[in-house]
């Protein structure tokens, strides 16, 4: 048992260098924040077109189904 303890315990530890220290992810999430809401007008209108763009094409498919 005390084997697999070890075994799990060194096959983490590689794994904590992925995660970045808390500081840098304070700046990520802000930088993340900062994108999200820059990029907010331009998704809303690519939205509205995505969704004015389908519902013509199911209306002139329901035309030609009837």
Request: glycine residues 2%; charged residues 20%; hydrophobic residues 50%.
């Amino acid at each position: 048992m005390l084997q697999i303890l070890f075994a799990v315990a060194f096959s983490a530890a590689p794994l904590t260098l992925y995660v970045p220290p808390v500081r840098s992810l304070n700046l990520f999430v802000q930088s993340i924040e900062v994108f999200v809401r820059e990029s907010e007008p331009v998704s809303r209108r690519t939205f509205f077109r995505l969704r004015l763009g389908l519902q013509r094409i199911f209306s002139r498919l329901s035309r030609a189904f009837r």
